[in-house]
């Protein structure tokens, strides 16, 4: 899934994972009732940011990452017709 964008210093570009259809019941959830997912896959990762004496602090994640994030994490971007979200590093809890 490769990306025609660059982010810059620490932030990443994630693909969110797509929304519950049915619980695990089987039950059909509504589209109003689908909760924003909170997981996803690293696409793109910046350079790094530079710390108070100068230095270079490379990401810790890298392409290809399954990530969670928090819910209102990050800014809803659209690329060539496909949703994802741009955040700092540091808006990402955990890796899978």
Do not use: C, H, W
């Not at 392409?63 to 800014?75: H, I, M, N, P």
């Not at 971007?77 to 808006?91: A, F, V």
């Amino acid at each position: 899934m490769a990306v025609n964008i660059k982010p810059l210093a620490d932030r990443v570009i994630v693909a969110p994972a797509a929304a519950e259809e049915k619980t695990k019941s089987g039950i059909i959830i509504p589209d109003t009732a689908k909760e924003k997912p909170q997981r996803g896959e690293i696409v793109a990762v910046g350079e790094g940011k530079m710390s108070d004496q100068g230095v270079l602090v490379k990401p810790q994640l890298k392409v290809g990452d399954q990530v969670l994030y928090g819910k209102y994490a990050g800014t809803e971007i659209s690329i060539e017709g496909t949703d994802y979200l741009i955040m700092k590093e540091s808006d990402i809890f955990a890796v899978l």
